[in-house]
């Protein structure tokens, strides 16, 4: 069973940092994209950045100049770095690999459990 886990979110001041971590539980056989995703309270869910395989990324406007989106070389794991935190990034986290298990299978969208990011004095 395939598992995405976040890690890294919490409490934090505005214009504190955090790093959120995806890991994956398998190692997929091709992947063309993995993201990041929030969902505010009484809100829809969101995308916030996303980075494809070939290494070009997008973000939401609102975060733009201050989450990074990176990921390690064996693919496995997707990082969001989050600095200047404002109150509006309240919100559960989710990270999502739209990836194929192997060469025989369909591209699927696969996601974590979330984690809470909290920003407030």
């Known amino acids: 069973q395939v598992q995405l886990v976040e890690s890294g979110g919490g409490l934090v001041q505005p214009g504190g940092s955090l790093r959120l971590s995806c890991a994956a539980s398998?190692?997929?056989?091709?992947?063309?994209?993995m993201g990041w995703y929030r969902q505010a309270p009484g809100k829809e869910r969101e995308l916030v950045a996303a980075?494809?395989?070939?290494?070009?990324?997008n973000y939401a406007d609102s975060v733009k100049g201050r989450f990074t989106i990176s990921r390690d070389a064996a693919k496995k794991k997707v990082y969001l770095q989050m600095s200047s935190l404002k109150p509006e990034d309240t919100a559960v986290y989710y990270c999502?690999?739209?990836?194929?298990?192997?060469?025989?299978?369909?591209?699927?969208?696969?996601w974590g459990q979330g984690t809470q990011v909290t920003v407030s004095s």
């Open positions: 999502n690999y739209n990836a194929k298990l192997s060469s025989f299978s369909f591209p699927m969208d696969y």
């Open positions: 398998v190692r997929f056989f091709s992947f063309s994209a």
């Open positions: 980075i494809t395989s070939g290494g070009s990324t």
